[in-house]
DNA sequence: TAACATGTTTGTCG
DNA sequence: ACGACAAACATGTT
């Protein structure tokens, strides 16, 4: 599951429910799993998001936790759970991930800066308002196909395949274009493209997830919908392959780069 | 059954 | 230096 909007809402729920507690239990599931003793009794003083990392501080050390493929928080004590945590005063907090790729790294916190750089991190898409000449500025330094360009996490941070499909898109550009070819009014409509997808993406994953408990719906206007029709022109939404990923796109929407 | 999957890292090749 | 590719990680779904 996890892009940047639910790795952003899992950030926003432990915060709610359990920062400024102290960590009674941390609950190691999975022996793959190592170096996660003796944290209990340090308080949650902070939690933010990184790209698609969850940084949780706990005293002078933080936990990192990459979600990717399949991980993410569930608000209760889980039998699938990999990790659970146990704030005082608060219900169990799950880490699931069926796939296990997802990662849990232990630093000083201050560590986690250098980590971040040394990880060639990009810079955040949100929730700061970013205009056009700031996507051109980051996404547009490279000649690989917009929608290729929107997923490396060391021009911009925490986009993936669902963004990048969703944000060419709503911005009206084809995902083959090359990056560097946008015009300026191109990039204010990726800008546009891009808020507009992140906030009704984060809007929609506490309904959503209810829905997906029992084989809900997917809302987002091309990804997944291979032959459907575009929400604005109807015209049967096309799938290509780009650097061995699914690209969803409008071919009348989207018109192909010269 | 085989193909496919919302992510990242690492290495190769041109 | 840059970019295209492929493999690897481990498991569930179509």
Same mark, same amino acid.
């Given at each position: 599951?996890?892009?940047?909007?639910?790795?952003?809402?899992?950030?926003?729920?432990?915060? &709610? &429910?359990?920062?400024?507690?102290?960590?009674?239990?941390?609950? #190691? @599931?999975?022996?793959?799993?190592?170096?996660? %003793?003796?944290?209990?009794?340090?308080?949650?003083?902070?939690?933010? &998001?990184?790209?698609?990392?969850?940084? @949780?501080?706990?005293?002078?050390?933080?936990?990192?936790?990459?979600?990717?493929?399949?991980?993410? @928080?569930?608000?209760?004590? %889980?039998? $699938?759970?990999?990790?659970?945590?146990? +704030?005082?005063?608060?219900? =169990?907090?799950? +880490?699931?991930? =069926?796939?296990?790729?997802?990662? #849990?790294?232990?630093?000083?916190? $201050?560590? #986690? $800066?250098? +980590?971040?750089?040394?990880?060639?991190?990009?810079?955040?898409?949100?929730?700061?308002? $970013?205009?056009?000449?700031?996507?051109?500025?980051?996404?547009?330094?490279?000649?690989?196909?917009?929608?290729? *360009?929107?997923?490396?996490?060391?021009?911009?941070?925490?986009?993936?395949?669902? /963004?990048?499909?969703?944000?060419?898109?709503?911005?009206?550009?084809?995902? *083959?274009?090359?990056?560097?070819?946008?015009?300026?009014?191109?990039?204010?409509?990726?800008?546009?493209?891009?808020?507009?997808? @992140?906030?009704? /993406?984060?809007?929609?994953?506490?309904?959503?997830?209810?829905?997906?408990?029992?084989?809900?719906?997917?809302?987002?206007?091309?990804?997944? &919908?291979?032959?459907?029709?575009?929400?604005?022109?109807? +015209?049967?939404?096309?799938?290509?392959?780009?650097?061995?990923?699914?690209?969803?796109?409008?071919?009348?929407?989207?018109?192909?780069?010269?």
């Amino acid at each position: 599951m996890p892009e940047l909007p639910e790795v952003e809402w899992m950030a926003h729920g432990l915060q &709610r &429910r359990a920062e400024g507690r102290v960590l009674d239990d941390l609950e #190691v @599931l999975d022996a793959r799993l190592t170096g996660l %003793d003796g944290l209990e009794g340090q308080t949650l003083q902070g939690v933010e &998001r990184r790209g698609k990392t969850l940084v @949780l501080h706990l005293g002078k050390e933080a936990l990192l936790v990459h979600p990717r493929m399949t991980g993410r @928080l569930v608000w209760s004590e %889980d039998p $699938r759970a990999r990790l659970v945590f146990r +704030f005082g005063g608060a219900e =169990p907090i799950s +880490f699931v991930d =069926p796939r296990r790729f997802g990662t #849990v790294t232990r630093l000083q916190t $201050r560590k #986690v $800066r250098g +980590f971040f750089r040394d990880k060639k991190l990009g810079p955040e898409p949100w929730p700061e308002e $970013r205009n056009g000449a700031w996507w051109g500025r980051h996404v547009g330094k490279t000649r690989s196909p917009l929608k290729v *360009a929107l997923l490396r996490q060391e021009l911009v941070a925490g986009l993936g395949n669902i /963004a990048g499909s969703e944000i060419c898109w709503r911005a009206g550009v084809h995902p *083959a274009t090359p990056a560097k070819e946008l015009t300026r009014p191109q990039w204010e409509d990726v800008a546009r493209g891009a808020r507009n997808h @992140l906030s009704s /993406a984060l809007a929609g994953i506490g309904s959503e997830l209810l829905l997906v408990e029992e084989g809900g719906t997917n809302t987002f206007h091309v990804y997944g &919908r291979e032959g459907g029709p575009c929400p604005v022109c109807a +015209f049967p939404i096309e799938r290509v392959e780009q650097a061995k990923r699914g690209t969803f796109l409008c071919p009348s929407c989207q018109r192909a780069p010269a």
